[in-house]
């Protein structure tokens, strides 16, 4: 079955440690995306890609990085610097950046214990 | 600054009737319009997309796009509990833009 495969579903983080959230997507697409979602919020995207070794920052990219070193995977690493990590985190791929449709990932619970 | 307004809600319908869903967006310039819908814990599942001004159906679902009024709505014909969810509209500007816009979303509840 193609889809994309987020890991780990929940995810609990220590002061000051840097965790990484998995994002891998079978559906041949090249375009991904990372995007928060915090209580009665919108999503909020946090980092992109179109193409591999290629990213750009979203809207709250502070505190956060990825990698794009293959088409399939887009890792976000959260890390010590981003002050209010607790939210869930949604991966997302589209055949292209452009009028595309986008289709989630079941998404990753972070809480910070 | 891009935004997409929606009432939050809750929306009460009850089962049987038609449910209407409204968003409008800032940006004149947005190209691509979707609706997803989210169960709550869950992820967003993309259930319409529009493109060109009018409306646009699939089975139960018709959308509704009025680039001139920056206006896009979701109908639900013959709502069921199912349908019960947060629904969330996302505009895409183009341009270089960077992914889609979301909306927070409009809890709509279907009464039995």
């Known amino acids: 079955d193609g889809g994309i495969t987020q890991s780990p579903k929940y995810l609990f983080r220590k002061e000051g440690q840097n965790v990484t959230l998995s994002c891998e997507q079978n559906?041949?697409?090249?375009?991904m995306y990372w995007y928060r979602q915090d209580p009665g919020q919108g999503l909020r995207l946090i980092y992109y890609s179109q193409i591999v070794n290629d990213f750009q920052k979203g809207d709250i990219a502070e505190g956060y990085s990825v990698s794009r070193e293959k088409k399939e995977s887009f890792p976000l690493t959260v890390t010590s610097a981003q002050k209010n990590p607790t939210a869930f985190y949604l991966c997302?791929?589209?055949?292209?950046?452009?009028?595309?449709?986008?289709?989630f990932g079941q998404g990753t619970r972070l809480t910070v214990v | 600054q891009k935004e997409v307004e929606q009432n939050s809600g809750p929306l009460s319908v009850p089962e049987g009737a038609i449910a209407s869903l409204n968003c409008t967006y800032s940006?004149?310039?947005?190209?691509?319009f979707f609706w997803y819908r989210q169960y709550s814990g869950k992820s967003p599942e993309l259930i319409m997309s529009i493109y060109s001004n009018g409306d646009k159906e699939d089975g139960r679902f018709t959308a509704q796009l009025n680039k001139a009024s920056q206006y896009v709505s979701l109908l639900i014909r013959d709502s069921q509990p199912s349908d019960s969810a947060t629904y969330l509209c996302?505009?895409?500007?183009?341009?270089?833009?960077?992914?889609?816009?979301f909306g927070k979303g409009t809890h709509l509840i279907i009464q039995p």
């Open positions: 996302a505009v895409y500007t183009g341009g270089g833009a960077d992914g889609l816009t």
């Open positions: 940006d004149r310039g947005s190209q691509s």
């Open positions: 997302a791929s589209s055949i292209g950046l452009a009028n595309t449709e986008a289709f």
């Open positions: 559906l041949n697409h090249d375009a």
